[in-house]
């Protein structure tokens, strides 16, 4: 064995940043190689074509906010985010080529960040501007509509992340993520947090609300929450996004010997 | 109680990488039916040797995929031979720390496999499924293992690694386009790329051709020449024979026999065999064999004449004087049992104290 060989492979003082880094862009190319991708591109396209389609109606709904609560926070932001945060781990744990990954000397908490990340700015990407253009086109220009509409898109933007991690936790924690996130997006934020008064501090939904009612002009947007939607939204990440490296460290491959 | 196949049974077992301590072949042979039997004696390994599994069970609920299994491995090239479902892969995802074990320890290097991902430095898993990520290049595969391995110069590493496993023309073409043989390379390569001083293979020739299969024998045979502990899971006694310098035999999650190869294969033939024979006479010569002592019995039913006889070798040697001297012409004499599913079972059975 030369020296030159052996200095090529020492084993250097391990950059996480750059391991994050690594582990994010495979992601991401994995991600946006797949088909369902281009037709989860369509589904936050619909409320885009569907302000659309208001507009050329000629009419305009009054009601800005209930339409992108109804179109955008409730149905197109977990869903994109159940597609991403579910496929980032999810997939490579399913099909095996996460085993890759984890049999390399680095914390597991590495590697559930950069799947969070990922994740998140994929959902994002989709969801920020189908929320303005959608915004835009069903509220129209005037300096109020306009301030509500970029209101909800950051708070979506933010919410992108937290059902991002949501996501990705739940397919560390079981091989169903894709069922169970379903199940959790359309019962417990769909059906249960607005039905029941106590739950709403723990959910997303209402932290999306919570923060588009601070952002935007003053008694827009109604909501339980209001500015204590940034602080949960915040905590929900980090603690979700602790249980989900919790679990990856505990990870066992599900033989099928 | 016949001979133990563990080290030492044969005079040239001096190298042999497998090495089960008395304490745990007893332990196996004294346990025959279930986990409900007391096992007398605790297991001894030697501690110091870079794998090491110490009475190790791992369950999924009633299910026992691997069942106190104890033994260590140094430098060398070990075969891990079973059948489908043996618990094979199950043994090496528990070394390579990707299955909690239900009980017993699991050492790397002396350090525990499970939530451990430092070990990873010490490890090369070359996992039997396929999955690769499709989109990537065989070069960008191999690299992304030497990024995470944090080495100084990931493309150096890759692109010496590739040329190693003979798939420098093809490294620039995307994984997904591999045959089944290339992408068992490419997950060596990447496996490889760190160098690390144990390497874990999982039914590694799956897949290949002839010349592949022969050139990476001898990759792995020049790497444990140079002191690297290999442990390979396979399901085929000739590739396990070619190439290991040990064996363990792994059957429904037991460690069945352990050691040099040549004593496994001397019990694999010399177990008792049962034969279909078909001649011009079968009563003749059933009535001529039952003379002989290498034969237990005959038996003529249905005009099928089955003959059970102590050893393979011995009934070979004897079939043919038997017949001429009965004046009886042989038209086939084949054994009915040499599945090697029935191999495993026999040497299982009589490691559990020769009950058959």
Redesign the interface.
């Known amino acids: 064995?030369s020296a030159g060989?052996r200095?090529?492979?020492?084993?250097?003082?391990?950059?996480l940043v750059?391991?994050m880094v690594?582990?994010g862009a495979?992601t991401a190319?994995?991600l946006l190689?797949r088909r369902r991708t281009i037709l989860i591109g369509l589904f936050a396209a619909a409320p885009v074509l569907l302000g659309l389609l208001i507009r050329l109606g000629g009419t305009r709904p009054g009601a800005l906010s209930p339409s992108l609560e109804g179109l955008i926070v409730s149905s197109v932001l977990p869903l994109v985010a159940l597609v991403f945060g579910t496929a980032a781990l999810g997939s490579e744990l399913d099909?095996?080529?996460a085993?890759?990954?984890?049999?390399?000397?680095?914390?597991?908490w590495a590697i559930v960040v950069p799947k969070l990340a990922v994740a998140g700015s994929l959902t994002a990407l989709l969801v920020f501007p189908a929320t303005i253009l959608t915004g835009l086109l069903i509220g129209g220009t005037g300096a109020r509509q306009i301030g509500l509409t970029f209101a909800f898109a950051i708070a979506v933007l933010i919410g992108s992340f937290v059902y991002g991690a949501i996501f990705v936790a739940l397919s560390a924690a079981t091989s169903r993520g894709l069922v169970i996130g379903l199940a959790y997006s359309l019962l417990w934020e769909g059906l249960l947090s607005g039905a029941l008064k106590g739950t709403q501090l723990f959910s997303v939904r209402e932290y999306v609300k919570g923060m588009a009612s601070t952002l935007a002009p003053q008694g827009s947007v109604t909501s339980v929450v209001g500015s204590f939607g940034f602080l949960l939204a915040l905590i929900a990440i980090v603690v979700v996004s602790l249980i989900a490296a919790m679990r990856l460290?505990?990870?066992?491959?599900r033989?099928a010997? | 109680m016949a001979a133990l196949p563990a080290e030492g049974a044969d005079g040239a077992g001096g190298d042999v990488g497998a090495r089960v301590a008395d304490g745990a072949a007893d332990a196996v042979r004294r346990a025959p039916a279930g986990p409900s039997m007391p096992i007398a004696q605790l297991a001894v390994v030697d501690p110091s040797q870079p794998i090491v599994l110490d009475r190790v069970s791992r369950w999924y609920g009633n299910v026992v995929a691997v069942n106190d299994i104890s033994f260590s491995l140094g430098a060398g090239i070990t075969g891990l031979l079973g059948p489908n479902g043996a618990g094979k892969s199950t043994l090496l995802h528990l070394l390579a720390g990707l299955l909690r074990p239900s009980a017993g320890r699991v050492l790397i290097g002396g350090r525990p496999a499970w939530r451990e991902p430092s070990i990873y430095r010490e490890i090369g898993l070359v996992p039997e499924r396929e999955a690769v990520h499709a989109f990537l290049t065989g070069r960008a595969f191999v690299e992304l293992a030497a990024r995470l391995q944090g080495l100084a110069d990931p493309v150096a590493a890759a692109a010496r690694t590739i040329a190693t496993v003979d798939m420098a023309g093809a490294a620039d073409r995307a994984v997904g386009t591999y045959s089944k043989g290339m992408r068992q390379r490419i997950k060596i390569a990447a496996a490889l790329v760190h160098e690390p001083p144990i390497l874990l293979l999982d039914e590694p020739f799956n897949g290949m051709d002839p010349r592949q299969r022969l050139h990476m024998m001898d990759l792995l045979r020049s790497m444990a020449t140079r002191g690297r502990t290999i442990l390979f899971s396979s399901h085929i006694l000739e590739e396990v024979e070619r190439l290991a310098d040990g064996i363990l035999v792994i059957y429904a999650g037991r460690l069945a026999a352990a050691g040099d190869f040549r004593e496994i294969r001397r019990l694999m033939t010399d177990r008792p065999h049962t034969f279909r024979v078909r001649s011009s006479d079968d009563r003749r010569l059933a009535s001529a064999f039952m003379a002989e002592p290498a034969v237990f019995g005959s038996e003529l039913r249905d005009e099928r004449l089955t003959v059970r006889v102590s050893e393979f070798s011995g009934f070979t040697r004897i079939v043919a004087r038997v017949a001429r001297d009965a004046g009886v012409r042989l038209f086939e004499v084949a054994p009915t049992d040499d599945s090697l599913e029935s191999v495993f079972e026999y040497l299982v059975t009589r490691r559990a104290g020769g009950r058959r």
């Open positions: 064995m060989r200095d090529e492979r020492r084993p250097a003082q391990l950059n750059d391991v690594t582990i495979v190319r994995g190689g099909d095996g080529t085993v890759h990954i984890l049999t390399k000397p680095i914390p597991r460290s505990r990870y066992e491959i033989a010997e």
